[in-house]
């Protein structure tokens, strides 16, 4: 486990602006002011529907965007997390639920959502699961863990990507972190993985942070192959909040899905 490449993502996003651009510059922390040098970072642009995105790891594949989602769109998803989040539904760590009651593939918004992670993610929009709305209060966290290759209702899961979209700005803390992430060739097997507490990731200046930014939204890719291997790089969690409350959205993407009656999005 080395020469990997310190990628702390801070507040850094550009302007929106209407221009077309062939690729992305990779933040450097270590050369880019954010007041003199914001017109030259990488500006997000339009192209045949598709976002143009920041390359912020090769190994895992992270992708970030800005202005995923109207403020329509995010106010009616935190409408409906106040809603349904509950009591019943706070694990300690996270208050968190599935949408997938009846008629829940059905709502605009969630569907609309759906096919936002399918057009990110460059997978059928209908292969992902439900979403989730996931509610961070003052100090909650989420330890490291891997998105796929564990076992759910006896089958193992084959989320390929996963797309997290940001509903709030937190003041500070509530960063996705990626302590392994880097942008060099060398692999690591699982058994190398150590997963350090939570705490002591988000305070190492190793791998991937990337901040919670309102209407921002990240893509990652959690699998090496077709043949369904788990990334031992794509180990990530939640930094505690320090400040205020974290709102997000969570899409897993599948990469095929065996039986039909296993789809929740239809056409």
């Known amino acids: 486990m080395k020469n990997y490449c310190f990628l702390h993502i801070s507040i850094f996003f550009a302007l929106l602006v209407q221009s077309k651009f062939d690729s992305c510059v990779l933040y450097n922390p270590f050369s880019w002011n954010p007041f003199k040098d914001q017109d030259k970072f990488c500006l997000l642009s339009k192209e ?3 976002p143009k995105y920041i390359e912020l790891s090769k190994f895992p594949k992270i992708h970030l965007y800005k202005s995923c989602i109207s403020e329509k769109q995010r106010k009616e998803l935190l409408s409906l997390a106040a809603q349904r989040l509950s009591s ?15 008629g829940d593939a059905e709502l605009p918004i969630l569907k609309e959502i759906a096919k936002l992670a399918g057009n990110l993610s460059g997978l059928p929009w209908n292969n992902a699961e439900p979403i989730s709305l996931t509610k961070y209060t003052l100090k909650q966290n989420y330890g490291l863990h891997y998105d796929s ?90 930094c505690p909040v320090l400040s205020g409350e974290k709102w997000i959205a969570q899409m897993w993407v599948r990469g095929k899905i065996e039986n039909e009656k296993d789809t929740f999005w239809k056409d």
């Open 48 to 50: 045949n529907l598709k």
């Open 149 to 238: 290759g564990f076992l759910m209702n006896g089958k193992r899961t084959n989320r390929k990507a996963t797309v997290l979209l940001y509903l709030n700005n937190v003041k500070k803390g509530g960063e996705t972190v990626f302590p392994f992430a880097t942008n060099q060739t060398d692999s690591i097997e699982h058994n190398q993985v150590e997963r350090k507490p939570i705490q002591e990731v988000c305070a190492s200046e190793r791998g991937v942070k990337i901040p919670p930014v309102l209407g921002s939204c990240v893509v990652f890719y959690s699998h090496l192959d077709e043949a369904s291997q788990v990334d031992p790089l794509s180990l990530h969690g939640s």
């Open 88 to 102: 019943e539904t706070d694990s300690g760590f996270s208050s968190s639920l599935y949408l997938r009651d009846t």
